[in-house]
């Protein structure tokens, strides 16, 4: 009996994939908050990129959120449906459902990648 008690209350280990899953929708929760610079950030890049280049990207996502605001209303939430990761090859993918403020929904497909400990998006 005291076995089965200190198994029932050991805290739950996320896997990778649940790690990876969380990572996605902070990136997307960010890009539907209007933090731009931080939802950009969250891409996976193997080398520096010049400031003018991470400005422009910046530009893309405050675009894209205008575009969505007036299409559907914007997004007006984010969740996570499921995610899986090869812990081998450090990559993974998200599934994301977007819900717009016309009601609408989109499940959308994040890939993702491992970098020192870290889940960004591809």
Known sequence: MTAAVLCGCS???PHAGEIAGN??????????????????????RPD???GSYREQ???????FAAQQ???????????LLRASADTARHVGSAYLLLCYGDSTKEE???PMVEHKGVWMMR
């Not at 990207?57 to 675009?63: E, G, H, P, R, W």
């Open 11 to 13: 805290a739950h280990e």
């Open 23 to 44: 990572a996605a929708k902070l990136y997307y929760d960010w890009l539907a908050e209007g933090k731009y610079d931080a939802y950009v950030d969250g891409f996976y």
């Open 48 to 50: 520096s990129i010049p």
């Open 57 to 63: 990207l910046i530009t893309n996502a405050k675009m």
């Open 69 to 79: 605001r007036e299409e559907r209303g914007g997004i007006a939430s984010v969740r």
């Open 108 to 110: 959308i497909v994040v």
